[in-house]
């Protein structure tokens, strides 16, 4: 396997990386138990300790089109197990970051992505999240239409679903936060 | 003191069971919280997963909002919500830059001292034990009942600081008040798939799945959580889960409050028991709130 690219592809990668982590890349050890108690590891394409190392290697493509990095639900098991106290969920969210700012829409798990996508759309056109317009606009997104419809009677019968979502009034505060950091 | 409440998106849609709850035992507890006016989403794991700037600015809007009122000290139910609120406490009181940045974005000051509680802090810490146990009318004995945490509410522990990261008691000694029996199981603080469970439904079934099958196999009659997304995947895709691995669970799934308000001798009505998609029928007819 092809590993290092470019000396200084690589640098500029690993910088890019710590200076957004606020953490060293070489802390990691490579002991794995980060993966042994990551709950959704038998998912992943590379374990957390290997995608750690890739960017060490600077192997920016494989790991930002990873499905490891997508698949991550953030549950802070491995930073809070991890020996060195390395912020191995922390490099997760900063992976996400760069290939969200590089445009790189991920083909192994385009669909997590796209619901982080509409949700925060959702947050910036109301100031809070209204349940069925994200719901609605993500299947119509992915084009899942009916998975998880049969779940909407009893939903709507329960009165989980409201049929109107609440819109905050400082919308233009919300407004000038998104444009400042988007 | 006094005490600001950040509902969350959730709490006022799908979980709104958790609200109503924690409305009635507050006010059974003559406890006085307020609303922090027009608060906003906290960006929940959608903005710390791409973006980091939103995910630190959409919370501290509503903390500077809670600190300008006069609050110190904010309850935020959703573990999601007071995990988000912490992290950018934590952030802000850490980085001077950051909270530049931050603050001339939201154009509010923030000092960085206010005091952010998930459900099960501010019941231990603000309510208190006693106050609560005096408060048990109608004890909950023959009850057996399994504490779910989660993540959320006790990881990271450095930003959290609350309870055990891997062994957490909390929510079981709150369980030991009413009178019922704590369950101990091995799946406390394994997670249930969280956010993705839209996105990733099946792998969200098989870790809820886990959750849910070894809280069965040790003997439980309910779960009990203080968080929506967990009460979402282990309550409304049990009965897929069930299909799924064609093995009954029939576990209600109660949020904590719930548990205090029917302790508390609170009609289920009032707490919204109903709302639930697994009927806790069952339970409450161990009770007697219901007839056999």
């Known amino acids: ?182 | 003191m006094k005490l600001a409440y950040y509902p969350g998106c959730s709490l006022k849609g799908t979980s709104f069971e958790y609200e109503v709850s924690l409305l009635k035992i507050l006010e059974a507890l003559n406890i006085e919280i307020k609303e922090i006016p027009d608060w906003n989403c906290c960006g929940a794991s959608a903005a710390h997963s791409i973006n980091h700037n939103l995910s630190i600015a959409l919370p501290a809007r509503n903390l500077a909002i809670a600190e300008g009122e006069g609050y110190e000290s904010v309850l935020a139910p959703c573990a999601a919500c007071s995990n988000r609120l912490k992290t950018a406490h934590h952030e802000l009181k850490s980085d001077d830059i950051l909270k530049k940045k931050i603050t001339d974005s939201i154009e509010m000051p923030y000092n960085a001292d206010m005091e952010i509680n998930n459900m099960l802090e501010f019941l231990i810490k603000i309510v208190g034990k006693d106050k609560i146990k005096s408060m048990v009318k109608k004890p909950l004995a023959g009850l057996k009942v399994a504490s779910y945490y989660g993540c959320l509410l006790v990881r990271p522990p450095k930003v959290m600081q609350f309870d055990d990261p891997e062994n957490p008691v909390s929510m079981d000694e709150l369980v030991g008040l009413t009178g019922a029996e704590a369950v101990d199981y091995s799946y406390k603080t394994e997670c249930c798939g969280a956010i993705n469970s839209l996105s990733k439904p099946d792998v969200v079934m098989a870790l809820t799945g886990n959750v849910l099958y070894d809280i069965k196999k040790h003997g439980a009659d309910l779960v009990v959580v203080a968080c929506p997304l967990c009460h979402s995947n282990l309550d409304v895709r049990q009965r897929e889960i069930e299909r799924k691995y064609s093995e009954k669970i029939g576990l209600p799934v109660l949020f904590i409050t719930e548990l205090l308000g029917l302790s508390f001798g609170i009609d289920p009505k009032d707490l919204a028991i109903e709302g639930h998609m697994v009927a806790a029928d069952r339970v409450l007819k161990k009770i007697g709130e219901l007839p056999k």
Request: glycine content about 6%.
């Open chain 1, 1 to 182: 396997m092809k590993t290092v690219i470019n000396e200084q592809n690589r640098r500029n990668f690993v910088s890019q990386v710590e200076a957004m982590l606020h953490d060293k890349l070489s802390k990691c050890y490579q002991c794995g138990k980060c993966s042994a108690g990551c709950p959704v590891n038998f998912e992943m394409d590379y374990t957390p300790n290997q995608i750690i190392k890739m960017t060490e290697l600077g192997m920016e493509d494989k790991v930002l089109n990873s499905k490891t990095i997508w698949l991550c639900v953030s549950c802070n098991t491995c930073s809070t197990r991890c020996p060195k106290g390395f912020e191995v969920t922390g490099i997760m969210d900063v992976l996400r970051e760069i290939a969200e700012k590089k445009g790189i829409t991920s083909k192994v798990e385009k669909e997590v992505q796209m619901f982080h996508e509409v949700f925060l759309d959702n947050v910036k056109s109301n100031g809070r999240i209204f349940e069925l317009e994200l719901v609605g606009k993500y299947k119509f997104k992915t084009r899942h239409l009916f998975r998880d419809m049969f779940l909407a009677p009893k939903m709507l019968e329960k009165g989980k679903l409201k049929m109107h979502g609440e819109k905050i009034s400082d919308l233009n505060q919300i407004a000038k936060i998104f444009k400042d950091f988007e």
